[in-house]
């Protein structure tokens, strides 16, 4: 259940409420909102206990959440929530947030290229692996410890975000001072520790859906980064596996919206892993700018018939100019700043 606590209710009174939660043996999980706080309560419920805290000071109303994940749910936060990024970028809010970059690091030389040219079309963060999930241990794996240099160079020259995705929970803390945020791969989407290692984290998380993973699991995941206390948690669709073969996997865009129903927490889309070719890419983009997503994670390389992963799926530097150009009226027609 969600405590809706009244607006103007002092720190003193929130605290209170959150002690007298503990108190009663439930766990905690208030949530800060611009006009709303909001204490989400876990743990079993009495009808006895619910009007103990329903009579408490400060308290407007009190809303069950049914669904199994309790902290993901859209009830906890209705107006949905906004996430700050770092560097004065926030997802959730009037802003599509363009994320871009290669699928693996290569060298500097290959990281800054793309990182320049992704900054001057305007994205807002620059993706990147250092380790990557590869389905053959015989091909590429990410340049792995040696990148993390790489990555603290390109991030302070150019004064750019990064995401970069974390394989293990171990690399939580490897990767924690070169990174702005996690991403969660699709193959890790229910790696428990590894969700549970982010949630303890204080980064954003971008939890890419399982390409196998229904909604409901895909927000049961989030939630094991939200009960540990991180509240910065973005959902991703990426596609699933369907018996079509004409491209990688099927992009869902249905999960757009549904997910926003669904839960408060922003969605983006990944274009290049559902499409596997990049002719298709921008046509994804736009649906998925359309369809209400908050953001846009897609891979551009500077020589994608030489990049040692994902080549044929990445637009290259002219491509993704006309991509941030071309995006525009359609962010504008949804109401959205890109
Ligand atoms: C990636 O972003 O490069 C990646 C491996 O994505 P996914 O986990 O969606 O396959
Ligand atoms: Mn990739």
Redesign the pocket.
């Given at each position: 259940m969600v405590i809706v606590v009244k607006t103007g209710a002092t720190q003193e009174v929130v605290q209170n409420l959150i002690d007298k939660v503990a108190e009663l043996g439930f766990t905690p999980h208030p949530i800060y909102g611009v006009e709303k706080t909001v204490v989400a309560v876990i743990g079993d419920k009495t009808q006895e206990k619910i009007e103990m805290l329903e009579s408490m000071p400060g308290v407007e109303r009190i809303v069950p959440i049914l669904q199994p994940y309790k902290l993901a749910a859209r009830d906890v936060r209705p107006e949905g929530t906004e996430i700050e990024l770092g560097r004065g970028v926030t997802i959730g809010g009037k802003r599509v947030v363009m994320m871009a970059g290669p699928?693996?690091i290569e060298s500097a030389d290959q990281y800054l290229t793309i990182g320049r040219y992704v900054k001057q079309a305007g994205g807002a963060v620059l993706?990147g692996?250092i380790f990557?999930?590869r389905t053959s241990p015989h091909d590429f794996q990410g340049l792995r410890e040696d990148g993390l240099p790489i990555l603290r160079q390109v991030r302070e020259e150019l004064d750019i975000l990064l995401i970069s995705?974390v394989l293990d929970p171990r690399g939580v803390e490897l990767m924690y001072d070169v990174v702005d945020i996690f991403?969660i791969?699709?193959?890790?989407m229910q790696n428990f520790s590894l969700l549970t290692e982010c949630g303890k984290a204080d980064k954003p998380v971008v939890i890419?859906r399982g390409?196998c993973a229904t909604l409901d699991d895909l927000l049961k995941a989030a939630e094991y980064v939200l009960v540990e206390g991180n509240r910065r948690v973005i959902l991703?669709e990426?596609g699933v596996r369907t018996f079509e073969t004409q491209y990688r996997n099927t992009l869902d865009i249905s999960a757009v919206p549904a997910l926003k129903a669904m839960s408060h927490l922003p969605v983006i889309v990944?274009p290049?892993?559902a499409a596997g070719r990049s002719d298709i890419v921008p046509a994804l983009c736009k649906a998925a700018v359309a369809a209400g997503a908050d953001g846009l994670?897609v891979?551009t390389h500077c020589a994608p018939q030489e990049a040692l992963?994902?080549g044929s799926q990445a637009v290259d530097a002219g491509a993704f100019q006309e991509l941030m150009a071309d995006l525009k009226p359609f962010a504008q027609a949804a109401g959205r700043t890109l």
């Open positions: 699928c693996a993706r692996g990557k999930p995705e991403q791969g699709t193959r890790n890419k390409m991703c990426r990944d290049s892993h994670l891979e992963v994902d």
